[in-house]
């Protein structure tokens, strides 16, 4: 009796000892999401449980027996354990499919994983047709730390997957990707664990893996509400906006901030940093006042002279063009507004559309200029945000900017289909609601965003 007993116990002690080495084995918390591609490179991110090493072996869809094999990573505790792998020399116009290991275990995941590189089609054929998502204001509550507490901010359970359900080439984050709150906003840690919190949801999951990303910040990932140039954290909040969303370069050496430029197909799309930048909204309006700051204005405007694309995307946190709205917009920068427009006029630069977010409703804007074609802001907000109700009896409900029936107040996500050649280039844009459902849909040619001749005609 007494060996057995002492049998029973070796067993469960050896039985608890692997329990809890089971327990503790470190995987994938968040991701892999592939970020952003290129021709012969991409990265992908990932976000492991524990410090930990991790490998990604990949190969050409269909090939898995001639596979390749990345470094290491080894994720940090100090870091939250988040990994961003460069994978270059890779085949233009190829999917390839991946496998990841975590301290040399394969991690099995419910989703195929796989990136696209972009193709090389010029002087070979005609630009590739690609769908674009986009959207803005993803509050994951937490009732703990937050002060609205169980009902608000909640995802709908539906609206990622719905996303991912149209299996588009791109996601635009267009800002407030996370709401950083008072618990979080003047540590490296709190901003760390927020930015964790909400990109470990499992709600997230399948749309991080199965489509590229890219994004800009609004003041809830920049920092508080209203966040502006005076920010204290906002060098940290740079370096985590960085880690959580790799890309190649942001910024300039003389002025650093999330901004750049990408090219997919044949458009071209400028990402600006409304936050580092930005004056307070309640100074008064003139020559000094800005959200993009001196340096990030003159690279707009030089790259959008550099750029032969049929469309030219310029994707900023807040509305643009909205002339009937007291909050936060460039209605209150109007000077530099009218600094913009006014280069995109007196330089006949063509094919300029805005994509914006923040306002917590969709709609799509037009603001006709004289002699001149039309600028359109579609805005997209939010995603899992609460919904901004435009009262009736206001000017902004009776805007006569905004294209009829396109007031969307419920959690919604925009969609961009590239198609077509040459003249005939069409950009179709799309507002959906949670469940995936088409809410309305607007078509520009890149024809209709032409210099018009009567305008050059006045030169």
Known sequence: MKKLLITILFILFIYAAFAQKAKTEPTILSGPMPAYTECRETAIWLQTTEPAEVIIKYWKKGKPDSSFITDPHYTKAEDFNVATFVISLLEPGTI???????????????????????????YRKDPPDFTVAFGSCVYINEPKYDRYG??????????????????????????????????????????LYRYT???????????????????IWDDHDYGPNDADVSNPMKETS???????????????????????????????????????????????DGPNKTQLGEAQLEWLKN?????????????????????????????LYRYEREK???????????????LSGDRHHAELLRKEI????????????????????????????????????????????????????????????????AE??????FTLKASDLKVKKEHNNQD
């Open 96 to 122: 390839y499919e991946y496998q990841v290991l975590v301290n040399k275990k394969p991690i099995k995941f419910s989703e195929s994983l796989y990136f696209k590189t972009q193709e090389v089609w010029w």
């Open 370 to 433: 004289g002699g001149f074609y039309p600028l359109y802001d579609f805005t997209s907000s939010p995603l899992t945000s609460s919904i901004h109700i435009v009262k009736e009896t206001s000017n902004e409900y009776k805007n006569d900017q905004r294209i009829p029936n396109t007031l969307v107040q419920e959690q919604n996500f925009g969609m961009l289909r590239f198609t077509g050649v040459g003249e005939n280039r069409t950009m179709k844009m799309e507002c959906y609601n």
């Open 303 to 331: 790259s959008l002279l550099n750029s032969s694309a049929p469309f030219k995307i310029i994707c900023v946190g807040g509305q643009f063009i909205n002339e009937k709205t007291n909050k936060e917009s460039f209605n």
């Open 436 to 441: 995936g459902k088409l809410l309305w849909d």
């Open 197 to 215: 919190h909400t990109r470990s949801h499992p709600d997230l999951q399948r749309l991080l893996r199965t489509t590229h990303h890219y994004a």
């Open 238 to 284: 740079l370096e985590i906006f960085k880690m959580f969303f790799p890309k190649q370069k942001y910024g300039l050496p003389e002025a650093p901030g999330v901004f750049y430029r990408f090219t997919y197909s044949d458009i071209d799309f400028f990402m600006l940093d409304d936050r580092y930048y930005r004056s307070p909204s309640t100074m008064k």
């Open 150 to 191: 169980k009902g608000y901010g909640l995802p709908s359970d539906k609206i990622f997957n719905s996303i991912a359900d149209k299996k588009p080439d791109l996601m635009l984050w267009i800002g407030d990707n996370t709401y950083t709150r008072q618990a979080d906003f003047y540590s490296r840690a709190g901003v």
């Open 340 to 354: 913009i427009i006014n280069f995109i006029k007196e330089n006949d630069i063509e094919g300029v559309v805005f």
